[in-house]
């Protein structure tokens, strides 16, 4: 079995748009991404771990929690052995009482990358090979949600690229989620469902080929 980590936010746990309620798990983009994989033969286990509000590598003033850096390599260690960690945060670092940018988030995920690289698994266990998913850009926000992420739109600009150049620095995989979705029509900042359902299958065509067995021997010296 093959044991993918999705560490990220709320664009990832499911929330959906103007509530406090939660898609379920079929309907959000882990899920689909799962079904889609088993239903293709694949012998595959997704662990979610996202968490509403999470940062890349700040706090927030307001919850505790949200930095992403903390804890990540215990994480780690926790569900080792992982053939794949795919990252996928950045949106709640430019939350308006951030005054970050592009570059700024792009740091931060280079710091999660070493910081899963580094994790103190046993020395048998394979290092996963990581996926970074640039979110969609944040668009106009909107209902509840417009105070806390307002400027948003401006901060987040050229969020893919920067990421696109640190995982070519870094050597690991990149998938800018904006090329083929979009934030959210009802808040401009989360996943709407049909956004969930094209991501999901999307991201189960692009790992498949990672995940075929002859490709097991490889994965324990993968860097890529």
């Known amino acids: 079995m093959r044991h993918i980590l999705v560490y990220s936010d709320s664009l990832s746990w499911g929330i959906i748009p103007t509530t406090r309620s939660r898609l379920p798990f079929e309907q959000r983009w882990p899920g689909v991404m799962e079904i889609g994989l088993r239903a293709a033969g694949h012998d595959v286990r997704l662990i979610e771990d996202c968490l509403n509000g999470r940062r890349t590598v700040w706090d927030d003033p307001f919850k505790p929690g949200r930095n992403g850096l903390a804890g990540l390599a215990q994480r780690i260690e926790i569900h080792s052995p992982l053939d794949l960690v795919i990252l996928m945060l950045g949106t709640n670092d430019f939350q308006s009482m951030h005054e970050h940018n592009a570059w700024h988030s792009s740091q931060g995920i280079l710091a999660l990358i070493d910081a899963i690289r580094t994790a103190p698994i046993e020395p048998t266990m394979p290092m996963p090979r990581i996926l970074v998913v640039a979110p969609p850009a944040i668009r106009t926000p909107k209902g509840p949600i417009a105070p806390k992420f307002a400027g948003g739109e401006r901060k987040c600009q050229g969020l893919a690229e920067a990421y696109r150049l640190v995982c070519a620095q870094a050597c690991c995989d990149f ?37 075929a067995p002859d490709t097991g021997p490889a994965r324990k010296k993968h860097m890529p």
Do not use: K, N, T, Y
Request: charged share 15%; net charge negative.
């Open 175 to 211: 998938f800018d989620a904006g090329s083929i979705i979009h934030s959210s029509d009802v808040d401009g900042v989360h996943l709407d469902a049909p956004q969930h359902l094209v991501l999901g299958r999307a991201l189960g065509e692009i790992i498949a080929p990672w995940l």
